[in-house]
Every structure is written in C-alpha cells, then in structure tokens.
C-alpha cells in the first residue's frame, strides 16, 4: 500500500513536497515514480527513481525543478518540487514497480491514492 501526502495550495514560484510512504512490502525492492493528472487529460509521467537510488528520470517539463528521491529505510519516497507553475496543478500519483524503472505508467504495479497540489498564478 502506498499513501501520498504533502500537497496543497501554494503560488507560482514555491516550493512543495511530496511524500510517498509504503507499508506491507520491501519498498527498497521496487522502482518510484510519479505522475500527475488533471482532468479530462491521461495520467503523465513526472518522474522515476531506481530501487536504490542510484538512477533518475524527468519529464522534459519538470527537469531542473523537481528533485525524486528516497529513503529506503524509511520506506518513503519524496518529490521535490521547486518553482511551481500553475501548469503543474494536478493529482499527484506515487507508484512502484517490480521492474528495475518504469517511465510510462503500465509500468507500475501499486499506486497510491494521489494528492491534490494547487498552483496559482
């Protein structure tokens, strides 16, 4: 099981925090990732972190302000997000994968319910 947490509203240029914490499995096991969707649109990619860490990847649109991370021995994932824009509002959605990455969202084997994060201009 996965929980995210950590979002909210804020205005374009601050900062947010995603957390993402698992239970009931070996979460340094599996791949991260996040995605985001807002509605009437496909739920996309924002980024994925390898099981130990060692590895990540962005979308083009995030690259240079959110920073994926984790803490294995706390079993969570963060998701840094830095100068927000009103184009990043959306459900954010952590997911975890057996395969060593993942980077389109059939890839992913457990999602957590998602967090609302709000920018406004």
């Known amino acids: 099981q996965l929980q995210a947490s950590g979002g909210g509203l804020v205005q374009a240029g601050d900062s947010l925090r995603l957390s993402c914490t698992a239970s009931?499995?070996?979460?340094?096991?599996?791949?991260m990732g996040w995605f985001r969707q807002v509605p009437g649109k496909e739920r996309e990619f924002v980024a994925a972190i390898y099981w130990s860490g060692g590895s990540t990847y962005y979308a083009d649109s995030v690259k240079g302000r959110f920073t994926i991370s984790r803490d294995n021995a706390k079993n969570t994932g963060y998701l840094q997000m830095n100068s927000l824009k009103p184009e990043d509002t959306a459900v954010y959605y952590c997911?975890?994968?057996?395969?060593?990455?993942?980077?389109?969202?059939?890839?992913?084997?457990?999602w957590g319910q998602g967090t609302l994060v709000t920018v406004s201009s």
């Open positions: 997911a975890a994968t057996r395969r060593a990455m993942g980077l389109t969202r059939v890839e992913y084997d457990y």
């Open positions: 009931g499995r070996t979460f340094s096991m599996y791949a």
